[in-house]
Structures are given as C-alpha cells and as structure tokens.
C-alpha cells in the first residue's frame, strides 16, 4: 500500500478515513462520510462583495451629485417595489440583492456573506454557488413581493440562501455538517427569523424564501461533484422551483392589479386625462376602492370630471358622473349636495331640494346647505318653504349676506 502518498487536500474527511482506490481490493464505495469541494481561493465571493460594495458607494455618489434621498436612490437603482414589478419591472427582483439601505446595512450583509460564502463556494463549486445565490435571492424577493407590502431591498435574502443551501449539506452529510458547523447554524438562523418577526422594518418574507429557495438550489444542484445524484429528485426540485416563479408571478399579478390601476388612474389624472383615470378606478373592485387612498384619488378625479362638464355646460355628463360617485360611496354626505347643485345647474328645482333637504337630516349646522335649500325651494315657487329654510341658514350666521337678500326678496311676495 502508499502510505506515504498525501491526501487530497480539496476532501472533507468525516468520522471515517476516505479509502483510497490503491487501498482496496477490490476497489468498495468510497464511504458516505465524506466530500469533494472546490480549490482555490472563494473568487465568486469576493467579487460579490466587491459588487455590493460598489454598488453602495456609486448610489451613495450619485445620490450626493443629483440630491436624492436616500430612499429616490433606491428607488432610481432597482429596489424591489411591488406595483411596479407587477406592472412588469420583474428586474427588480434582482437588483434588490445588490442595493443596501445605509452603511450598517452593507456591513453587516458583507460579513455575513465573508462568513458563509466561502464555506458554500467550496462545498458546492463556483458555479453552483453563483446559481445557488442568485436564485434564492430571487425566491426571496419573490416572497416579499408577494407577501410583504413595504419597499426592500438588501443582500439578506441570498445570504439566507447560502444558508439554505447548507441546510441541505446536513440533510446529506450530517456528520461531516456536525464537525464542520456544529449547531451554531442552526441558532443563527433561529434567531434571525425571531428577531425578524419581532423588530418591525425587517423584510423577513425575503429571508424565509431566500432559505427555502437555497435549500431547494442544493438539492437541485448537489454538493460540488457529488457522486451517485438522484437525477429524479434534482428534476423534481427544478420543476418545483420554475412553479415558484411562474406561479408567483401570476398572483402577484392578480394581488396587486388594485395598485397597478391606482398608480395608472393617479398618472392619468396627473396628466389631465380624466377618462383615462376613470377607466383604471372602474377595474377596481369595491374592497380596492374602500382603500383610504384609492377613495381619496378616485373623489379627486370624479369631482374634477364633474366641474369639467359643469363648465362646459354638460350638466347631463356631470350628473352621470356624481352619480357613480354616490355608487361607490353612498354614505359620502357631501356627494348628494353636489348631486342637488348640478340639478340645480339643470333646472330641476324640486330634485335639487330633495337632495339639500336630505343632506340636512345628517348635517344640521351648515349655513350654507340651508342657503341651498331656500334658494332651490324658492326656485321651485315654494316661497314658504324658502323662507323657513334661510331663516335656518341665518340662525347658523346671521350675517350671511346672500340669505338675508334673498329673504328680502321673498318677504316681498308673502
């Protein structure tokens, strides 16, 4: 036998020592106690460091020269934002990876990835370690995506993923997982989900899918050539992991279409193109439009739809337009007064004081309701009726001034 010969240096030895092929006759099966990894310095870790950390300081530049804050330059260099992946800027799920929310931020994510990166690129290979990076990164900014509403962005998702992928290395080699990591591993991932469902602005949406996509990339993949693959299991997690993705895609498509319509319909208004607006609120869905935001955008387009035709003299458009108002929002007061003043525009007096007088039984202390309705009643020849409801306007405010005129008016004829 050579005993003297040296062994691989590029071997994780376990419980058992590896036999060599000159050890055995005949030659056996090499014991499962132990690995191949990768040679060489870990190039594809410190390469993304070096990204990462270029990236922070060419943000951090171009914020300083164009004066953006912090959060503008996240924005302008792909942080994952819902509406807009959903709208089709699926890039932002990559670039969330290699963007970073301040200084601690980036520090703490590098040394995170100085501490396991290394371990993965050797275990699995250059190159699977670059597959297991950038897809669990994405699987982790999927699952924010989908299940978390806030801005993000952050390396953290694809650290989990080395993690993940290492959680695979002891499913394989739970021995050799023992002697080289112990149960640390295990504590710190522990912990770090805790702390992430427990302090608020921490994405851990992004951190639970970057450990399940790693942990399904080191099954798909395999440790760096690893002997005897089970090519049906790898398959079946490459399929798993495309569903992810093209289901994921797909609800998160459907989940934030109120958003996509919001952010159209806010667009359109902003520009002057109110039907266009209209057309986007139309798509929501009652639930969508109870939102406090959508409701206070969709009042601002229908109010500036229904002065536009009122200007024009297109009072049927305007009531057309105040009536699908009152159709989203029936308990809003204040849409039946502007309902009775376009019917007033139209010269229905008798319509125009139904609605005042029905927006009086909620809102008694309001000159200028009463005014309305005395002005509507006297147009409508129900002088009496007029002049009782001025004279309630004039409780209110005895110096309005447009009351107390027409009072005079009417007190002419009675």
């Known amino acids: 036998m050579n005993d003297d010969r040296r062994r691989d240096p590029n071997v994780i030895e376990g419980e058992y020592e590896i036999i060599g092929e000159w050890d055995a006759e005949p030659p056996k099966e090499p014991r499962k106690d132990h690995i191949e990894i990768g040679s060489g310095p870990p190039y594809v870790t410190y390469t993304i460091l070096a990204i990462n950390i270029g990236v922070w300081v060419l943000m951090s530049l171009v914020g300083l020269f164009m004066g953006w804050s912090q959060s503008q330059q996240l924005y302008y260099f792909g942080a994952k934002v819902n509406v807009l992946i959903a709208q089709g800027e699926y890039w932002r799920l990559l670039t969330p990876m290699f963007l970073h929310v301040g200084l601690a931020h980036l520090f703490f994510n590098s040394y995170a990835l100085y501490i396991y990166g290394p371990a993965v690129e050797r275990l699995f290979g250059r190159i699977k370690f ?37 959680l695979y290395f002891r499913k394989e080699k739970r021995n050799l997982f023992q002697r080289v990591f112990g149960p640390g591993l295990l504590m710190i991932i522990g912990i770090n989900l805790l702390y992430g469902f427990i302090q608020p602005g921490i994405d851990n949406w992004g951190h639970i899918g970057g450990l399940v996509g790693g942990f399904l990339m080191g099954n798909g993949l395999g440790l760096y050539r690893e002997r005897n693959p089970n090519y049906k299991k790898r398959i079946l997690c ?130 200028e309701i009463w005014f309305s309705a005395g002005r509507a009643a006297y147009n409508a020849g129900k002088l009496s009726d007029a002049k009782r409801y001025l004279e309630e306007a004039l409780k209110i405010n005895p110096n309005y001034q447009d009351a107390k005129q027409l009072l005079e008016d009417i007190s002419g004829y009675i």
């Open 130 to 166: 670059i597959l297991v990076y950038l897809v669990s990164g994405l699987v982790g900014s999927l699952l924010s995506y989908l299940l978390s509403p806030n801005n993000a962005a952050g390396a953290s998702g694809a650290i989990f993923g080395l993690m993940g992928s290492l």
């Open 238 to 367: 490459w399929i798993l992991i495309i569903l992810i993705f093209v289901l994921g895609l797909g609800w998160g498509r459907m989940k934030h279409s109120a958003a996509i319509h919001l952010s159209r319909a806010y667009d359109a208004a902003r520009s002057g193109l109110i039907d266009e607006a209209k057309l986007h609120i139309e798509k929501l869905s009652d639930r969508d439009r109870r939102d406090s935001k959508a409701k206070e955008l969709i009042e601002v387009v229908y109010i500036e739809d229904i002065n536009n035709y009122l200007r024009k003299g297109q009072a049927d458009e305007a009531l057309e337009s105040i009536n699908i108002l009152i159709g989203y929002y029936p308990e809003e007061t204040n849409y039946y007064f502007y309902r009775g003043n376009i019917y007033e525009a139209m010269g229905d007096y008798e319509w125009a004081l139904e609605e005042y007088l029905l927006v009086t039984e909620k809102i008694k202390n309001s000159e």
